[in-house]
């Protein structure tokens, strides 16, 4: 597609910078700005700061600058006070867009910004042996999309599930096992059975040191590799990741690996024997820990009194690792800003470590999610299991599509699947709707509305363009002119559609989702009310009917990309 900001730039380059460099192309880039409101242009370019150069008032500049621009890509170039405003050539804006729709179809607007470069990506992470609950969704969907979000622009990406797999916790839940439990009863029902079981051992330590230390035995067995210890080890990973793994198929999210804290539980060593040479590791009460005061933070722990590693030593290991192994350009944690220091700490560690890649660590962090009742709480009993929540909201769209069937008194194919496409895509774009950092508060109506912002209105919408292609027979080849396409709505459209790019770069150089969720509930409404205004299937002129078909065409596409990048499915029949 064109490129109409580059345009600008190339221009104001020319005009500036003919007899010495006022302003370097990267500065003019910069510059650039969109203006707040259409009616004073699609970019702006302030003078102020030439003034000095020139010796002259910066509204002077804009008006000298101004009228000598002759651009076939601009319909007018306008100065107001100290800005030029570009309008851009709405003829040529159709022609690039439509050009893409034609060439590109349901690869519009992707780009390779991000050729030859790895990046990691991690993100759900639960602990095993525990719920797999409502308050997961935030990490694991928003980390889904980012990964996405990467890989359409072209870059590799290398998606961890960074398992809590390892700790003493394990030491309990193995004698809890021994002591109380059958196996049989909890592969039926792991988790809960589970939970059950390390909520029980919990208690009885408190008053028994006997039991506590048969515990701490039971992990030292464990990390020595004794074989009951790790059978029973396994086994628990297993049946846990069993059942994350149902909810991962439901959700349509795919691992490259599940490399959990207990793979890195060898690599430990190098990376404490390497802080000791750095001069960073010093002792404390027994226990060895970094100082890290000179970057603003509390003092790290790394190894208790007792000699064990804890959390942060194994993300010490798994940093180095994923460096090692892939080289990234960004490693990237998508974890809750309750850990927001832990991953400061970890940043600040590695550079006293003399890493000097530390800075390839991106933390991503978000708020919380609650529920409407109160039911988040994870206090004992009150988990709210996050596969009920989507069996749920499937159950829920099933009833209204049931509804439907009543109303229209014709049934729809494949419901159940369909009924879960739209309950369980609503339930991400509602978790992808704001700034990730936002607290929210999930509510059901909300989120399974088909009108107002919400998944199942984008998905309608995407949907009645596929019937309505279907319906006025388009043809891909037919013969389209662009010139045709004059409305406003056509023109908002167009632009719009231009911006698809942009956007998607915007998400993910600040890791944020929600552009694309808004873009696409944008792009959405814009195309409801051109549907509205516009005999769309017009009778008369057949070129018409065909280009306002390969306009709609490309909004299609646009959908079902932007739905893709926060993870949700298209359905083509609704
Ligand atoms: N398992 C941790 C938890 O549930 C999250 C892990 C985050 N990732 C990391 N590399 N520390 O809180």
């Given at each position: ?92 804006l159709?022609?690039?867009v ?11 607007g ?379 709505d056509e023109h908002e459209i167009i632009k719009t559609l231009y911006n698809f790019?942009n956007v ?14 808004r873009y696409v509930g944008d792009l959405a409404r814009l195309f409801?009310?051109y ?20 306009l709609?065409?490309g909004v299609?596409?646009v959908l079902?990309?932007g ?12």
């Amino acid at each position: 597609m064109i490129n109409f900001k580059d345009e600008i730039i190339k221009i104001l380059d020319q005009k500036l910078n003919e007899d010495k460099e006022v302003m370097t192309k990267e500065e003019i880039s910069n510059a650039i700005e969109v203006p707040p409101t259409s009616d004073m242009g699609d970019y702006a370019f302030p003078v102020f700061s030439l003034a000095k150069v020139y010796r002259k008032n910066p509204n002077l500049i804009s008006k000298e600058i101004a009228e000598s621009i002759k651009s076939d890509y601009f319909e007018k170039v306008e100065s107001k006070s100290a800005y030029i405003n570009f309008f851009i050539n709405k003829e040529k804006l159709a022609q690039t867009v439509i050009d893409e729709v034609i060439t590109k179809g349901e690869e519009f607007g992707k780009e390779d910004v991000g050729q030859n470069k790895n990046v990691v990506i991690e993100y759900s992470s639960p602990n095993i042996a525990k719920p797999f609950h409502i308050g997961h969704i935030r990490s694991t969907v928003i980390g889904d999309s980012i990964k996405r979000i990467y890989k359409f622009l072209g870059y590799n990406t290398i998606s961890y599930n960074h398992l809590g797999d390892y700790g003493t916790q394990f030491g309990m839940l193995i004698v809890a096992i021994k002591k109380w439990g059958n196996r049989e009863e909890i592969a039926k029902n792991p988790i809960p059975e589970l939970l059950k079981l390390y909520v029980k051992i919990n208690q009885e330590v408190e008053n028994d040191q006997e039991l506590r230390d048969e515990c701490r035995s039971w992990f030292a067995k464990l990390e020595k590799g004794d074989e009951e210890a790790v059978e029973l080890w396994k086994w628990i990973r297993e049946v846990s990741l069993l059942e994350f793994n149902r909810v991962y198929k439901m959700l349509d999210i795919q691992y490259d690996t599940y490399k959990g804290e207990s793979f890195y539980s060898d690599l430990m060593q190098a990376e404490v024997d390497q802080l000791k040479k750095s001069g960073a590791l010093v002792e404390s009460e027994g226990a060895q820990i970094v100082d890290l005061s000179k970057y603003d933070l509390p003092v790290a722990l790394i190894i208790k009194s007792d000699g064990s590693t804890i959390y942060i030593t194994r993300d010490i290991a798994a940093a180095h690792y994923r460096h090692e192994e892939h080289k990234p350009y960004k490693n990237i944690y998508v974890v809750g800003s309750q850990q927001t220091l832990h991953f400061q700490q970890l940043k600040a560690i590695l550079k006293e470590m003399g890493y000097d890649w530390s800075d390839e660590i991106v933390h991503v962090p978000f708020g919380m999610v609650s529920l409407e009742d109160g039911t988040l709480s994870t206090r004992k009993g009150r988990v709210v299991y996050l596969e009920d929540v989507l069996n749920k909201a499937t159950e829920k769209v099933k009833e209204i599509l049931s509804q439907r069937e009543e109303e229209r008194g014709q049934k729809i194919e494949n419901k159940d699947e369909l009924a879960a496409q739209v309950g369980i895509g609503a339930i991400k774009f509602q978790e992808l709707f704001n700034q990730r950092i936002k607290d929210y508060m999930f509510s059901w109506d909300k989120t399974l509305s088909f009108d107002g912002e919400t998944g199942p209105y984008v998905q309608y919408a995407h949907a009645r363009i596929a019937s309505l292609l279907e319906k006025g027979g388009f043809d891909k080849n037919a013969e389209v002119d662009y010139k045709l396409l004059k409305s406003e709505d056509e023109h908002e459209i167009i632009k719009t559609l231009y911006n698809f790019t942009n956007v998607v770069i915007d998400a993910h150089e600040k890791y944020e989702p929600y552009f694309i969720t808004r873009y696409v509930g944008d792009l959405a409404r814009l195309f409801n009310r051109y549907y509205g205004h516009t005999q769309i299937i017009t009778d008369e002129d057949s070129v018409l009917k065909n280009t306002r078909l390969m306009l709609c065409y490309g909004v299609k596409n646009v959908l079902k990309e932007g739905l893709y990048l926060l993870g949700i499915q298209a359905p083509e029949k609704m």
